[in-house]
T-cell receptor, first 114, second 114 residues
Framework: AQSVTQLGSHVSVSEGALVLLRCNYS??????LFWYVQYPNQGLQLLLK??????LVKGINGFEAEFKKSETSFHLTKPSAHMSDAAEYFC????????????FGKGTRLHILP | DADVTQTPRNRITKTGKRIMLECSQT?????MYWYRQDPGLGLQLIYY???????NKGEISDGYSVSRQAQAKFSLSLESAIPNQTALYFC?????????????FGPGTRLTVL
């Protein structure tokens, strides 16, 4: 069965600093991988996704993630944090199968320090 | 107007009461989901439906039931609410046409069981 593990339930970075949120996955078949973001008092929304092709994926708000098969990782980065990036971020996985459902990690709350 | 709506947005109820949370979508998606979110636990899947006649249990279906009244409507019921069902509940939709399974979330229902 596939799974995702997010390292760190809370991450704090200074405004303007690099954001790095870690996600490792386990899957017996090539997976599709996602990052979702949840702003306070809102539902989740898609930040970016990897299906096939280019391993560096760009998303909204300056975020990007790189699929590294050899490391079974899909870490989320942003070069320069902004106060508006404060939110909870979820990594998710689904097998490349039309009948499989998505599985979410436990989430990482990103705090931006002024 | 929002593509995925949930009613009510907030609900306080007492132990033993039956309550229903409703979800409607205008995205035309076949797949609908109910999740529960608890701090530190991420999202847990309660039930999912791939079409009107297909309903499946998720990870934590005990104590819950669902009804898919139409393609656009998917309701979640707590037959006899208990305090540990206090949580944030999200409805989501997805469309597996093509190669991905991006999920679209409603704004959530905050349920408190006293």
């Amino acid at each position: 069965a596939q799974s995702v593990t997010q390292l760190g339930s809370h991450v704090s970075v200074s405004e303007g600093a690099l954001v790095l949120l870690r996600c490792n996955y386990s899957s017996s078949v090539p997976p599709y991988l996602f990052w979702y973001v949840q702003y306070p008092n809102q539902g989740l929304q898609l930040l970016l996704k990897y299906t096939t092709g280019a391993t560096l994926v760009k998303g909204i708000n300056g975020f990007e993630a790189e699929f590294k098969k050899s490391e079974t990782s899909f870490h989320l980065t942003k070069p320069s944090a902004h106060m508006s990036d404060a939110a909870e971020y979820f990594c998710a996985i689904v097998k490349g199968n039309r009948d499989d459902k998505i599985i979410f990690g436990k989430g990482t709350r990103l705090h931006i320090l002024p | 107007d929002a593509d995925v709506t949930q009613t009510p947005r907030n609900r306080i109820t007492k132990t033993g009461k039956r309550i229903m949370l409703e979800c409607s979508q205008t995205k035309g998606h076949d797949r609908m989901y109910w999740y529960r979110q608890d701090p530190g636990l991420g999202l847990q899947l309660i039930y999912y439906s791939f079409d009107v006649k297909d309903i499946n249990k998720g990870e934590i279906s005990d104590g819950y039931s669902v009804s898919r009244q139409a393609q656009a409507k998917f309701s979640l019921s707590l037959e006899s609410a208990i305090p540990n069902q206090t949580a944030l509940y999200f409805c989501a939709t997805s469309d597996r046409q093509g190669t991905t399974d991006t999920q679209y979330f409603g704004p959530g229902t905050r349920l408190t069981v006293l």
